[in-house]
């Protein structure tokens, strides 16, 4: 992919940074992600990427996720529900380091917190119903980033991971 300019660094969750996102969309995964076959982005055109199924709990104020197993960071260390809820509390900022600019912190206002069950299942609790809440996690920008990288490495050029993805059972192309 041809980038016009270089970005001023390559964390696709901190600040307004199109350049940075343009980059590395192609080197992280989602838990889900909108059908690039579909014409339009909607709720029904959401598939799975880095979880393989997902189930809203009767209220629709908690989702959960159920992940792929074998897939495995640029460093060779198993991706696991822990990356997810890392992630999330990153942008909610409950994590220990902190992201220099949070701009998607307000997106997900309506997230009370994030809980895992094993390597392979990981539940997201809302404060209230939100249907659209998949949406959110399923447009470009939400990536899933690996616990064991700190933030400012993320921001470093020569840091960044790997696409996550190297797994036997591959997740849905992102190719238009």
């Given amino acids: 992919m041809h980038v016009w300019d270089s970005p001023p660094n390559l964390s696709m969750l901190e600040g307004v940074n199109p350049l940075a996102a343009r ?3 192609p080197v992280f995964n989602n838990l889900v992600m909108f059908d690039q076959h579909a014409k339009q982005s909607r709720l029904d055109a959401i598939v799975p990427d880095l979880a393989t199924r997902w189930e809203w709990n009767e209220d629709g104020t908690a989702v959960t996720f159920w992940l792929r197993h074998g897939v495995k960071w640029h460093d060779g260390r198993p991706f696991t529900a ?6 999330w509390d990153l942008i909610l900022d409950k994590a220990p380091e902190r992201l220099r600019q949070n701009v998607r912190k307000s997106w997900y206002k309506n997230l009370g917190q994030i809980t895992t069950n094993g ?11 939100q249907p659209a809440f998949l ?8 990536p899933i980033y690996p616990c064991h990288v700190s933030p400012a490495q993320m921001r470093q050029h ?12 591959s997740p849905t192309s992102r190719s238009s």
Wanted: glycine share 2%; proline share 8%; hydrophobic share 30%.
């Fill in 119 to 129: 390597d392979y299942e990981v539940t997201f609790q809302l404060k209230r119903p």
């Fill in 82 to 87: 822990n990356d997810v809820k890392c992630t």
């Fill in 23 to 25: 980059t590395m969309m």
């Fill in 158 to 169: 020569r840091s960044a991971p790997a696409r996550s993805c190297s797994s036997n059972s």
């Fill in 135 to 142: 949406m959110l996690i399923a447009h470009g920008p939400s």
